[in-house]
């Protein structure tokens, strides 16, 4: 089984940056990958990102394109999404996902919310112009 919990969210204003982190514990992910969505009042729940996480291959939506960036560090069992020129649009609560052992995770099924087996609970972030 694996665990999964989200940090890093806050309250900051249009333009600045904040950086979530996800900290996995349980199991290592293997031939899988995670993911990071989003859900803003009113709105369905989104894909924002994923990554491989054997190859490190990394896929975005494209709103967040060339302003988020999704890393791991396979050491410490973390998953990190960097936020840069954060705007209004991007407040929602994130929340961070695994899909363990998948032997196909690739743009397609990163960005399928059915692929994901563990779920955080969820890091609010809200921006304010």
């Known amino acids: 089984q694996v665990q999964l919990v989200e940090s890093g969210g806050g309250l900051v204003q249009a333009g600045d940056s904040l950086r979530l982190s996800c900290v996995v514990s349980g199991r290592s992910l293997g031939t899988g990958g995670m993911g990071w969505f989003r859900q803003a009042p009113g709105k369905e729940r989104e894909f924002v990102s994923a990554i491989n996480w054997s190859r490190g291959s990394t896929y975005y939506a494209d709103s967040v394109k060339g302003r988020f960036t999704i890393s791991r560090d396979n050491a410490k069992n973390t998953m990190y999404l960097q936020m840069n020129s954060l705007k209004p649009d991007d407040t929602a609560v994130y929340y961070c996902?695994?899909?363990?052992?998948?032997?196909?995770?690739?743009?397609?099924?990163?960005?399928?919310?059915?692929?994901?087996?563990?779920w955080g609970q969820g890091t609010q972030v809200t921006v304010s112009s």
């Open positions: 996902a695994a899909d363990e052992n998948s032997f196909t995770f690739n743009s397609g099924r990163g960005a399928l919310q059915s692929a994901y087996e563990y």
